[in-house]
């Protein structure tokens, strides 16, 4: 089966710095997806991982450790517009389909 | 936005009735997908579709059936509707060449 573990909500300053984790259990894995929701819109891509290390796209950076079944997603100088819901996904081997978690509300707050 | 469009937007429907919604991409994309989303869990997989009348199950798919006789569209059918079904449906591609995959906007579905 496949589980995935990750802060329900969280909140941080404008301005900071937050570090959103993720843990997964899956049969089977095909890289590290994370996507950014807005309140009553859908889901929109951010990151992917495959190898172990972090990737750095602008404010945005992703960790990965296969070992250790960890993901990390950090966001820097937080912006209001930030406020959102952060989904880690696990990529399944086989069909290559995605399992999401349900994701962590961040709060930016001035 | 990956050219996705999904329909209806919002959709109010009764117990019992037969529901279809549809997902149109311009984009050529090989896969594609149907998600439902509610309260308390993740995008969970209807169906998905890897190809021209070529489909499989996921992990949520009683209740549901889907057909794609086209490249472009991928049609999902509520063939007897019930309240549990509530829900926003996402519609979702994925190119052959990469694994991620975009969403549509969405539609909310409401079964009274």
């Known amino acids: 089966g496949q589980n995935i573990d990750q802060p329900t909500e969280m909140t941080a300053t404008e301005g900071a710095i937050v570090q959103i984790n993720c843990t997964y259990q899956?049969?089977?894995?095909?890289?590290l997806f994370w996507y950014q929701q807005h309140a009553g819109e859908a889901p929109t891509f951010l990151s992917y991982?495959?190898?172990?290390g972090l990737e750095e796209k602008g404010r945005f950076s992703s960790f990965l450790s296969r070992s250790k079944g960890y993901s990390y997603l950090l966001l820097k100088e937080l912006q209001m517009k930030d406020s959102a819901s952060y989904l880690c996904?696990?990529?399944?081997?086989?069909?290559?389909?995605?399992?999401f978690g349900t994701g962590t509300r961040l709060t930016v707050i001035p | 936005d990956a050219g996705i469009t999904q329909s209806p937007r919002h959709k109010v429907t009764e117990t019992g009735t037969p529901v279809t919604l549809r997902c149109h991409q311009t984009?050529?994309?090989?896969?594609m997908y149907w998600y439902r989303q509610d309260p308390g869990h993740g995008l969970r997989l209807i169906h998905y579709?890897?190809?021209?009348?070529?489909?499989d199950k996921g992990e949520v798919s009683d209740g549901y059936s889907v057909s794609r006789s086209k490249t472009e569209d991928f049609l999902l059918t509520l063939e007897s509707a019930t309240s549990s079904q509530t829900s926003v449906y996402f519609c979702?591609?994925?190119?052959?060449?990469?694994?991620?995959?975009?969403f549509g906007p969405g539609t909310r579905l409401t079964v009274t």
């Open positions: 984009e050529n994309h090989r896969y």
């Open positions: 579709s890897y190809g021209v009348k070529d489909t």
């Open positions: 899956t049969s089977g894995f095909n890289g």
């Open positions: 979702a591609v994925r190119s052959g060449e990469s694994y991620e995959q975009y």
């Open positions: 991982n495959v190898l172990d």
């Open positions: 996904a696990p990529g399944l081997t086989g069909a290559n389909n995605l399992f």
